[in-house]
């Protein structure tokens, strides 16, 4: 099964409007944290905003904010205002805490959402 | 500090050649992960380490790829012989250990990438 699902390949945005990006996440640790990178035309992955498994308010940054849903397993990613700037693939990734076997400390991504923001 | 340095930033080989890929991780992280990148198949782990150790190599597809980890501040990825179908682009990531000790609540820290080209 994945660990990470997006479900959204591509998604578009006008500039200055809000956009969420989905992800689900499947575990069965009670400890675990969930993180989003951006990553440019120019290849890098940048850190974006991250939020644990128990943090009781949603994670925010900037213009980024994560809406948490533990009951449902999704961790969507919600860009305020966006930015030509902004457009860029999207990778929502998770680390569980719980040493199984080999799995202590991997990190887990999702296939990406590709954002296009236009004027 | 100058985070997670990678080297070369691009590659071109023949088919059968053996490839190098270098990693330095940001000092005092104690993992190291290693993944692909393509367009088929996304972000792929390969291998990662801790402490100098590899936890999981469950994603090298091959033996021709094999990865070592001498000590806290350097990593290699090698590929013999290459083929074309390893064309990707390769990171390196680092991360640690938070300061209350868990291990889910820490981002990883990305390379610039290398690009692979294999002829």
């Known amino acids: 099964a994945q660990k990470i699902t997006q479900t959204q390949p591509g998604m578009f945005v006008q500039e200055k409007e809000a956009v969420t990006l989905d992800c689900t996440y499947d575990?069965?640790?009670?400890?675990?944290?969930l993180f989003w990178y951006k990553q440019p035309s120019s290849g890098e992955m940048i850190f974006l905003i991250y939020?644990?498994?128990?943090?009781?308010q949603n994670a925010t940054e900037g213009r980024y904010s994560l809406n948490f849903q533990k009951a449902r397993k999704s961790a969507n990613l919600v860009i305020s205002a966006s930015q030509l700037g902004d457009s860029a693939m999207y990778f929502c990734a998770m680390r569980e805490a719980l040493w199984r076997g080999s799995t202590l400390g991997r990190l887990y991504f999702g296939r990406g959402t590709q954002l296009t923001v236009w004027p | 500090d100058a985070g997670v340095i990678q080297s070369p930033r691009h590659e071109v080989t023949e088919m059968g050649q053996e490839v190098t890929l270098r990693c330095k991780p940001i000092s005092g992280h104690d993992y190291l992960f290693w993944y692909r990148q393509t367009m088929m198949r996304g972000l792929e782990l390969l291998i990662y380490?801790?402490?100098?150790?590899?936890?999981?190599d469950s994603g090298m597809p091959e033996d021709r790829f094999s990865a070592k980890m001498p000590n806290a501040s350097f990593s290699t990825l090698k590929i013999q012989p290459s083929e074309p179908r390893d064309s990707a682009v390769y990171f390196c990531a680092s991360s640690s250990k938070s300061d209350r000790n868990f291990l889910w609540n820490t981002e990883a820290f990305f390379g610039q990438g290398t690009r692979l080209t294999v002829v």
């Open positions: 575990t069965s640790d009670p400890s675990y944290g």
């Open positions: 380490f801790n402490n100098n150790v590899p936890i999981d």
């Open positions: 939020q644990g498994s128990y943090d009781q």
